[in-house]
């Protein structure tokens, strides 16, 4: 593909100084995918560019792009920041998080389709300051489909009974119904209740649903569950879950 000028909208993330003065920073957007721009002179003093590139902001930005590798940025539109994600230590670090395990999950310019509707609805109830630990569950659970990891949430794996007592099994990859919790000793040992907010949150339209409050004990088991998931089926190793794991936001 030839070099031609592109407007794309999405979510700046992740910025690095390149040489003297110039910037890199990702950019999120819905149809062309993650795309690093490269920013000349964004760093100067006097530079309009930088300002657009702020972590957290978003508009419209036109760049110059062969649709792969680094494409560079001319101009921007509308931009404005989620200033809520950027004054906040601990939003800030979710909202980070979040975007990290998007830019895992798919090659850069791959169309994100549903998954950017996922993480803006993400940002945004975040910025807003609902509960940032169980919006950045239900995006883990609704983005392991992404990584092709497709647990069987809607009925027991066995039996495809959807009603009762269910445990999570990462070994069958998806939930047991207590009939059933003897096909894996290894299960997460969950109680009922908590298996049941990973099959909301997993199943349900991120648009649908509303703010959910869950009490701590609760939202801390299945974040152990979560992180048991991720791990044993992605293992990722991101930076930005030490340094939320360091926070210890649910301590
Ligand atoms: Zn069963």
């Given amino acids: 593909m030839s070099r031609e000028l592109k407007e794309v909208v999405g979510v700046v993330f992740k910025r690095q100084k390149y040489h003297e003065a110039d910037?890199?920073?990702?950019?999120?957007?819905?149809?062309?995918?993650?795309?690093?721009?490269?920013?000349?002179?964004?760093?100067?003093?006097?530079s309009k560019l930088?300002?657009?590139?702020?972590?957290?902001?978003?508009?419209?930005?036109?760049?110059s792009t062969t649709g792969q590798g680094l494409s560079s940025l001319r101009t921007f539109k509308n931009v404005r920041q989620f200033d809520?994600?950027?004054?906040?230590?601990?939003?800030?670090?979710?909202?980070?998080?979040?975007?990290?395990?998007?830019?895992?999950?798919?090659i850069e310019?791959?169309?994100?389709?549903k998954y950017y509707d996922l993480a803006e609805f993400a940002l945004s109830r975040i910025?807003?300051?609902?509960?940032?630990?169980?919006?950045?569950?239900?995006?883990?659970?609704?983005?392991?489909?992404?990584?092709?990891?497709?647990p069987e949430l809607r009925?027991?794996?066995?039996?495809?009974?959807?009603?009762?007592?269910?445990?999570?099994?990462i070994k069958q990859g998806g939930i047991l119904?207590?009939?059933?919790?003897?096909?894996?000793?290894?299960?997460?040992?969950?109680?009922?209740?908590e298996t049941a907010l990973l099959r909301t949150i997993a199943l349900l339209p991120f648009e649908r649903l509303g703010e959910i409050e869950i009490n701590l004990e609760t939202k801390k088991a299945t974040r152990?569950?979560?992180?048991?998931?991720?791990?044993?089926?992605?293992?990722?190793?991101?930076?930005?879950?030490?340094?939320?794991d360091e926070l210890n936001l649910l301590g």
Avoid: W
Wanted: glycine share 6%; aromatic share 12%; with cysteine.
């Fill in 84 to 106: 809520g994600l950027f004054s906040d230590l601990e939003k800030s670090a979710y909202a980070s998080f979040i975007l990290d395990l998007v830019d895992h999950a798919f």
């Fill in 224 to 244: 152990q569950a979560i992180d048991r998931i991720y791990q044993e089926t992605i293992d990722l190793n991101l930076k930005t879950k030490k340094f939320l």
């Fill in 177 to 193: 119904c207590n009939r059933h919790y003897y096909a894996d000793p290894e299960r997460l040992h969950l109680k009922p209740k």
């Fill in 127 to 150: 910025n807003a300051g609902e509960d940032a630990e169980m919006i950045t569950q239900i995006v883990q659970m609704q983005l392991l489909a992404a990584y092709g990891v497709e």
């Fill in 155 to 169: 009925h027991c794996v066995f039996c495809q009974r959807d009603q009762g007592q269910f445990d999570y099994s």
């Fill in 109 to 113: 310019y791959q169309n994100l389709g």
């Fill in 23 to 46: 910037l890199l920073a990702k950019i999120m957007t819905k149809n062309d995918g993650i795309i690093t721009m490269l920013a000349r002179g964004a760093l100067k003093p006097k």
């Fill in 50 to 63: 930088g300002a657009s590139l702020l972590n957290f902001s978003f508009g419209t930005y036109v760049i």
